[in-house]
């Protein structure tokens, strides 16, 4: 079955600085996406990357970077010069099906940047 | 279109009480995908509909749950004699199935900020 596993409850920056956060995943299906949200206290998934499994290069958004070595499966966030407003729950997904895009989700980390 | 709605944001209800919770997905996505988070745990999928159809429900969504998409466009989620268990972030979510493998999804699933509901 598929699964997302992020082993980090938290992890500590300091602003201006980069952080990885880390995702491995397991599937058999040769056809997957990954995907990193954001989730701050006020509750809302919001969307930072996607890599597909078909995809050549790493992803990237801005600040975010998608660190994607399929052969160890795994999916690290990189979060290039932190800001104070990153401070939230990160959670790795997974499209466990290609017909139904439902996401399995890991169970986060909580970031927290500093000054 | 400002994105996807969820109503009520909190919700507190007493054991036993019955809960409707509603979703307004953004107006072209024709797949709209109800997920449930307890605390310190990732969302769980609970179902999804495309267009007016569920087409998949959880284990996880017991008889007592209830989720309806009439007419393709908002859809409601009931919870009947809730149980302390069921205090969680109801979240909804709404995608645009395009059909073609490879889409690239994550530019077209986007979640609401959720319902949490508190069952006292």
């Known amino acids: 079955a598929q699964k997302i596993t992020q082993t980090q409850p938290g992890m500590f920056v300091q602003e201006k600085e980069a952080v990885t956060l880390d995702c491995t995943y397991d599937?058999?299906?040769?056809?997957?996406?990954l995907f990193w949200y954001k989730q701050p206290s006020s509750g809302e998934m919001i969307f930072l990357i996607y890599?597909?499994?078909?995809?050549?290069q790493n992803a990237t958004e801005g600040r975010y970077s998608l660190n994607f070595q399929k052969a160890r499966k795994s999916a690290n966030l990189v979060i290039s010069a932190s800001q104070l407003g990153d401070s939230a729950m990160y959670f790795c997904?997974?499209?466990?099906?290609?017909?139904?895009?439902?996401?399995?989700f890991g169970t986060g980390t909580r970031l927290q940047v500093f000054p | 279109d400002t994105g996807v709605s969820q109503d009520p944001r909190h919700k507190i209800t007493k054991r036993g009480q019955n809960v409707t919770f509603r979703c307004d997905p953004i107006?072209?996505?024709?797949?709209l995908y109800w997920y449930r988070q307890t605390l310190g745990q990732g969302p769980e999928f609970l179902t999804y509909?495309?267009?007016?159809?569920?087409?998949?429900k959880s284990r996880l969504l017991s008889d007592r749950f209830s989720a309806e998409r009439p007419k393709g466009s908002f859809s409601t989620l009931e919870i009947q004699r809730t149980e302390q268990g069921d205090s969680a972030m109801y979240l909804c979510?709404?995608?645009?199935?395009?059909?073609?493998?490879?889409?690239?999804?994550?530019?077209?699933?986007?979640f609401g900020s959720g319902t949490r509901l508190t069952v006292v």
């Open positions: 890599q597909g499994s078909y995809d050549q």
């Open positions: 509909f495309q267009n007016e159809a569920q087409l998949e």
């Open positions: 599937t058999s299906d040769p056809s997957y996406g």
């Open positions: 107006s072209e996505h024709n797949r």
């Open positions: 979510a709404s995608s645009l199935k395009s059909g073609r493998r490879g889409w690239p999804l994550g530019y077209g699933y986007t």
């Open positions: 997904a997974m499209r466990e099906s290609v017909d139904t895009d439902k996401l399995i």
